[in-house]
């Protein structure tokens, strides 16, 4: 006698079949909509950044352009004040000559006037006179003295005057070797570019090095150098006239003095060469010498550019997490919906083997025919790839 299997385990009813169903198609609805959503995210995150980035690179070598321009200003000012203090020290030291040779001809009258005074004091008796000419003698000794005393003071201002000339030129000529190599740094980023083969990842590049200034004192160097050269320049100059006029009251020629003269993914991937780039042109500037290491609004721009470059690769890099993530809750709710597919394949070839074992009660044996479940071969074929992927997962 035939007895009934009844499978061991808790038994759910109809409504909770129906309930499990509903949430997991709700959960699936809620999986796919925070999907859609993550994704619209990442699209729009990706359109701003990469203008964002493309704004920063622009303004930053605008900025490095209008920097090249004004360090290359202030070269060629101090261009024209070196070849103005190296006309001034050539006349200056030549006017020191023409003293130090005027006051070497003094030598000969007042040796005369000295001789002849010396010779007169040989007279005898009734003729040693105080008469007009040796008054006139002791006047030509005074007044040759005096020259000479003027002409010597003026040969000590002179040579003086040449230290501070010499010494001022120093400074403008380290001022000037400082600006060329500022120039020629800053022209070199000005030239890099996302696909330039020297640009790479630098330790701390928006570092503050030491010794940096800022635009104002990098200006007021460069301006205190100007205006102290010129002064030592005019001053040069008044002293180069007070000679010449002390020559002229000795009455030697001098020559005139010479005139002066005149005379800068894919978007993860791209951004990570824009941040080389930036880190690139940070560190390369880190070289630049002396005063020039000056912290001026490149060096803000690009500070700038680094930190938002690395706000938008973080941004980025966190959007794709949370895609990756997105898409896993997906697959993993997709093997739930499988899964629970499997239990109902499995639910339903047991029924259709129950329906197949009552139909025995109505058709001969030898017309029966077991019905394909082609229900459970397509399940299967729909969980394989599944199966795939959380091998992956795992």
């Known amino acids: 006698m035939a007895t009934l299997s009844v499978k061991p385990g808790q038994r759910f009813s109809v409504p909770d079949w129906h309930t499990n169903a509903n949430l997991i198609s709700t959960n699936a609805e809620r999986q796919r909509s925070a999907s859609h959503q993550i994704r619209q995210e990442a699209r729009t995150l990706r359109n701003e950044t990469n203008n964002q980035t493309q704004w920063d690179e622009h303004d930053n070598r605008t900025r490095l352009a209008e920097r090249i321009d004004s360090v290359n200003r202030w070269k060629e000012t101090l261009d024209k004040c070196l070849t103005d203090i190296d006309t001034e020290i050539d006349a200056l030291a030549k006017m020191k000559e023409a003293a130090e040779r005027a006051l070497q001809a003094k030598n000969l009258p007042l040796d005369v006037a000295i001789e002849c005074l010396t010779l007169r004091e040989s007279r005898r008796v009734i003729d040693v006179v105080k008469d007009p000419m040796e008054d006139e003698l002791h006047k030509e000794v005074e007044v040759i003295d005096g020259a000479k005393r003027d002409l010597q003071q003026k040969v000590s ?34 030239s890099l570019n996302v696909n330039s083969p020297n640009i790479s990842f630098k330790v701390n590049p928006t570092r503050v090095p030491t010794g940096s200034t800022t635009p104002q004192q990098w200006d007021q160097y460069s301006q205190y150098n100007k205006d102290r050269a010129e002064a030592e320049m005019k001053a040069s ?20 003095m010479e005139e002066d003269i005149r005379r800068l993914e894919e978007d993860l991937r791209k951004k990570m060469w824009d941040l080389k780039l930036a880190h690139t042109r940070l560190e390369t500037r880190t070289y630049r010498p002396n005063m020039e290491l000056c912290r001026d609004q490149v060096q803000y721009g690009l500070t700038d550019e680094v930190h938002q470059l690395e ?26 919906i499988q899964t629970d597919m499997g239990y109902k394949a499995n639910s339903l070839m047991l029924d259709n083997k129950c329906m197949d074992s009552r139909r025995k009660l109505t058709v001969p044996a030898e017309k029966f025919v077991p019905e394909v479940d082609t229900f459970n071969r397509t399940t299967n074929r729909i969980l394989s790839p599944l199966k795939s992927r959380q091998l992956e997962l795992a």
Do not use: P, W
Request: with cysteine; aromatic share 4%.
């Open 157 to 190: 201002e002179a040579f003086e005057q040449l230290c501070l000339l010499q010494e001022a030129r120093q400074q403008l000529n380290f001022d000037h070797r400082g600006k060329m190599e500022a120039l020629e740094i800053d022209r070199v980023c000005s």
């Open 237 to 256: 100059t008044e002293l180069r006239e007070a000679i010449a006029l002390t020559i002229a009251q000795t009455l030697e020629e001098i020559a005139e």
């Open 311 to 336: 706000g938008t690769i973080a941004a980025l890099k966190q959007k794709l997490a949370q895609s990756q993530d997105a898409l896993d809750a997906l697959y993993k709710h997709l093997y739930r």
